[in-house]
């Protein structure tokens, strides 16, 4: 069974930085792309940042480009969300999710994603 855990969420001041982390378990394949999604209340979810596993494409949403970046750990099982330069927009749910066998495509796709992790507050005061 595919496991996605998340954390490193918190509240943070306009202009602070968060990373977030998600530990992934229970793979049975190695192909797959992993990404960050958001869901704000009262929104819907969205993409915000994917890393392709087989040659480590990554992609962002518009809103978040030059702010945050993906990364995946040592371990291929680890991947990392750094945000910096947070803006009150920004707070949402954070999502961790794996698309087995999919690519880290430009416009990131929840239902493309069948795992996810339970998710992690973020949470930008102005």
């Known amino acids: 069974e595919v496991r996605l855990v998340e954390s490193g969420g918190g509240l943070v001041q306009a202009g602070g930085s968060l990373r977030l982390s998600c530990v992934a378990s229970?793979?049975?394949?190695?192909?797959?792309?992993i990404g960050w999604f958001r869901q704000a209340p009262g929104k819907e979810r969205e993409g915000v940042s994917c890393?392709?596993?087989?040659?480590?494409?990554?992609n962002y949403r518009e809103s978040v480009k030059g702010r945050f970046t993906i990364s995946s750990g040592n371990a291929k099982n680890m991947v990392y969300l750094q945000m910096s330069d947070l803006k009150p927009e920004d707070t949402a749910v954070y999502y961790c999710?794996?698309?087995?066998?999919?690519?880290?495509?430009?416009?990131?796709?929840?239902?493309?994603?069948?795992?996810w992790g339970q998710g992690t507050q973020v949470t930008v005061s102005s």
């Open positions: 229970g793979f049975t394949f190695d192909e797959y792309a």
């Open positions: 999710a794996v698309g087995s066998f999919l690519r880290c495509a430009r416009y990131i796709q929840a239902g493309l994603y069948n795992h």
């Open positions: 890393i392709d596993s087989r040659d480590g494409k990554t």
